[in-house]
């Protein structure tokens, strides 16, 4: 039987989670600053993937048939949630497939001319299927073809960071039963605040979008792990791995070489990341009887170095070119009254928190959680508020472990506690059980499968468009000063656009 480390499950996590930022730096970036820091890359991941840091290694057995289950598992999810042109697409793909569309055809750095400025997103998770798509274009002439073939990339490539998060949680808890690791599966696919509730009884305004529950307190929303991966699987899956890397490994010596790999990616749910290694840290320097030992060793170890002095400032400059991404900052009184933030607290977290508190209360992760969905919640930096809905899917995907755990080991001494968190679960369940009928319900309704959503086909016009709604979305993508930008004077690749843009 197959026997699967965990340094070697960390190793495989650490390079899914680099690639993206490796392509990124060999294609955005000018010569001399992408043979610089792809150096220092190599050498903060070498030195990463070479060190155990769990000294004695820990391995679990598991038999192949449940790798196998882990991976179908894993292309189910994906395929619901509209990954890889297949299936029903949620209407946040109209922006995905648009991005995915102009990383295959344009060349790198993706330059708009007809907005007069480079492309600025989030746009890691879809560099390697798109260079996959880029390659296949050599042999393949046909546009429509290329972009089929990049998406069936797309979806191996999500498919496989979803299994790797399930990976990571058999690990963690040392399952090696199959009916164990099914079940944890499942409850974290249908893991979720208890939305139903508030949809039903509370919902302040109607919902934007038909057979979708989670905008009943309008402005604030902790998103279910099915509707994070339904709506931003770019952000969720690498936001998921690092957070239980994060968790498992605690190797503070790794904590600044994880954060430039998950910002990239996931710039909101970083912010959330880096919010509990602060949190961890602190309590480690606390606990610790040798503190110059922990400072020299620990924080400025050399892959703490070159994540936090070198990858990380680049990857802010590349971000903070987008001038317009932060429309203005509220105080939560301005858009929602106390006891309605209060019930949402209740609903999304503290029903669960009050059932875990007894046993995990002196877990500085547990704590953590609650304060930081307590903090999120207060302020609003968007019209849609994306930081509060994205920033908070690190706690939510740590209070889904702790509840996990308490499943597993608290089980026969607390019957009376488990029949309460299994009701929760269950009505938390509805929704994500809602982003699984909305595909079935439209395609069952069209009679086919592939309902994508595909209108915008590029974002290189002067107005960007949002469908149905007729906003204007330019700030989203765009660098509008990108002439007296740091990253684009002295760090991008100097195209023609940039050497002779039309300003």
Same mark, same amino acid.
């Given at each position: 039987?197959?026997?699967?480390?965990?340094?070697?499950?960390?190793?495989?996590?650490? =390079? !899914?989670?680099?690639?993206?930022?490796?392509?990124?730096?060999?294609?955005?970036?000018? !010569?001399?600053?992408?043979?610089?820091?792809?150096?220092?890359?190599?050498?903060?991941?070498?030195?990463?993937?070479?060190?155990?840091?769990?000294?004695?290694?820990?391995?679990?057995?598991?038999?192949?048939? &449940?790798?196998?289950?882990?991976?179908?598992?894993?292309? *189910?999810?994906? %395929?619901?949630?509209?990954?890889?042109?297949?299936?029903?697409?949620?209407?946040?793909?109209?922006?995905?497939?648009?991005?995915?569309?102009?990383?295959?055809?344009?060349?790198?750095?993706?330059?708009?001319?007809?907005?007069?400025?480079?492309?600025?997103?989030?746009?890691?998770?879809?560099?390697?299927?798109?260079?996959?798509? +880029?390659?296949?274009?050599?042999?393949?002439?046909?546009?429509?073809?290329?972009?089929?073939?990049?998406?069936?990339?797309?979806?191996?490539?999500?498919?496989?960071?979803?299994?790797?998060?399930?990976?990571?949680?058999?690990?963690? $808890?040392?399952?090696?039963?199959? /009916? /164990?690791?099914?079940?944890?599966?499942?409850?974290?696919?249908?893991?979720?605040?208890?939305?139903?509730?508030?949809?039903?009884?509370?919902?302040?305004?109607?919902?934007? %979008?038909? !057979?979708? &529950?989670?905008?009943?307190?309008?402005? *604030?929303? !902790?998103?279910?792990?099915?509707?994070?991966?339904?709506?931003?699987?770019?952000?969720?899956?690498?936001?998921? &791995?690092?957070?239980?890397?994060?968790?498992?490994?605690?190797?503070?010596?790794?904590?600044?070489?994880?954060?430039?790999?998950?910002?990239?990616?996931?710039?909101?749910?970083?912010?959330?990341?880096?919010? %509990?290694? =602060?949190?961890?840290?602190?309590?480690?320097?606390?606990?610790?009887?040798?503190?110059?030992?922990?400072?020299?060793?620990?924080?400025?170890? &050399?892959?703490?170095?070159?994540?936090?002095?070198?990858?990380?400032?680049?990857?802010?400059?590349?971000?903070?070119?987008?001038?317009?991404?932060?429309?203005?900052?509220?105080?939560?009184?301005?858009? =929602?009254?106390?006891?309605?933030?209060?019930?949402?607290?209740?609903?999304?977290?503290?029903?669960?928190?009050?059932?875990?508190?007894?046993?995990?209360?002196?877990?500085?992760?547990?704590?953590?959680?609650?304060?930081?969905?307590?903090?999120?919640?207060?302020?609003?930096?968007?019209?849609?508020?994306?930081?509060?809905?994205?920033?908070?899917?690190?706690? =939510? *995907?740590?209070?889904?472990?702790?509840?996990?755990?308490?499943?597993?080991?608290?089980?026969?001494?607390? /019957?009376?506690?488990?029949?309460?968190?299994?009701? $929760?679960? $269950?009505?938390?369940?509805?929704?994500?059980?809602?982003?699984?009928?909305?595909?079935?319900?439209?395609?069952?309704?069209?009679?086919?499968?592939?309902?994508? +959503?595909?209108?915008?086909?590029?974002?290189? /016009?002067?107005?960007?468009?949002?469908?149905?709604?007729?906003?204007?979305?330019?700030?989203?993508?765009?660098?509008?000063?990108?002439?007296?930008?740091?990253?684009?004077?002295?760090?991008?690749?100097?195209?023609?656009?940039?050497?002779?843009?039309?300003?």
């Amino acid at each position: 039987m197959p026997c699967l480390s965990q340094h070697r499950l960390y190793q495989i996590t650490y =390079i !899914y989670l680099a690639l993206p930022l490796l392509i990124f730096m060999l294609s955005w970036l000018n !010569y001399p600053s992408a043979a610089v820091l792809t150096v220092l890359f190599a050498i903060g991941l070498y030195k990463i993937c070479s060190t155990n840091q769990l000294g004695d290694d820990i391995s679990w057995n598991l038999a192949p048939r &449940l790798y196998l289950t882990i991976l179908i598992f894993a292309a *189910i999810w994906c %395929f619901f949630a509209g990954i890889g042109y297949f299936y029903y697409q949620s209407w946040d793909y109209h922006f995905r497939n648009a991005i995915f569309h102009d990383l295959i055809e344009y060349p790198w750095p993706v330059w708009y001319d007809k907005a007069d400025t480079p492309l600025v997103y989030y746009i890691g998770f879809w560099l390697f299927p798109a260079l996959f798509a +880029k390659f296949s274009s050599f042999f393949i002439s046909d546009v429509e073809t290329v972009f089929l073939i990049g998406n069936v990339c797309l979806y191996f490539y999500a498919t496989f960071g979803v299994a790797l998060i399930f990976m990571h949680l058999a690990a963690l $808890f040392r399952l090696t039963s199959g /009916k /164990k690791i099914c079940a944890i599966i499942l409850i974290f696919i249908f893991f979720s605040g208890l939305d139903i509730i508030g949809y039903l009884f509370f919902q302040r305004t109607g919902q934007p %979008f038909a !057979y979708h &529950l989670e905008w009943w307190s309008t402005y *604030i929303q !902790y998103s279910s792990f099915s509707t994070c991966l339904f709506w931003v699987f770019n952000q969720f899956i690498p936001a998921a &791995l690092g957070t239980l890397l994060m968790y498992s490994e605690r190797s503070i010596k790794n904590f600044g070489f994880i954060l430039p790999l998950v910002f990239f990616l996931a710039p909101y749910p970083g912010v959330g990341i880096a919010c %509990f290694m =602060i949190i961890y840290g602190i309590y480690q320097f606390w606990l610790t009887t040798d503190k110059s030992r922990f400072i020299t060793q620990d924080i400025f170890s &050399l892959s703490n170095l070159i994540g936090i002095l070198a990858l990380l400032p680049l990857v802010a400059l590349y971000f903070i070119t987008n001038s317009n991404g932060i429309d203005r900052i509220w105080f939560f009184s301005d858009f =929602i009254s106390f006891p309605q933030l209060v019930l949402f607290w209740v609903l999304e977290f503290l029903l669960y928190s009050l059932i875990l508190i007894k046993f995990y209360h002196k877990d500085v992760f547990f704590i953590g959680t609650i304060v930081f969905l307590v903090l999120i919640s207060l302020f609003r930096f968007d019209q849609q508020n994306n930081f509060c809905t994205r920033a908070s899917i690190p706690a =939510i *995907i740590i209070l889904a472990i702790f509840i996990l755990d308490f499943l597993l080991n608290h089980l026969r001494e607390n /019957k009376f506690l488990v029949c309460f968190l299994c009701l $929760f679960l $269950f009505l938390g369940a509805f929704t994500p059980a809602m982003e699984f009928y909305r595909g079935i319900h439209y395609t069952l309704e069209a009679k086919h499968l592939n309902l994508v +959503k595909d209108d915008l086909k590029t974002l290189n /016009k002067a107005i960007v468009v949002m469908p149905d709604f007729g906003w204007r979305a330019n700030h989203q993508f765009t660098a509008q000063h990108y002439d007296t930008d740091f990253f684009w004077r002295y760090f991008a690749k100097r195209s023609h656009y940039l050497q002779n843009g039309s300003r």
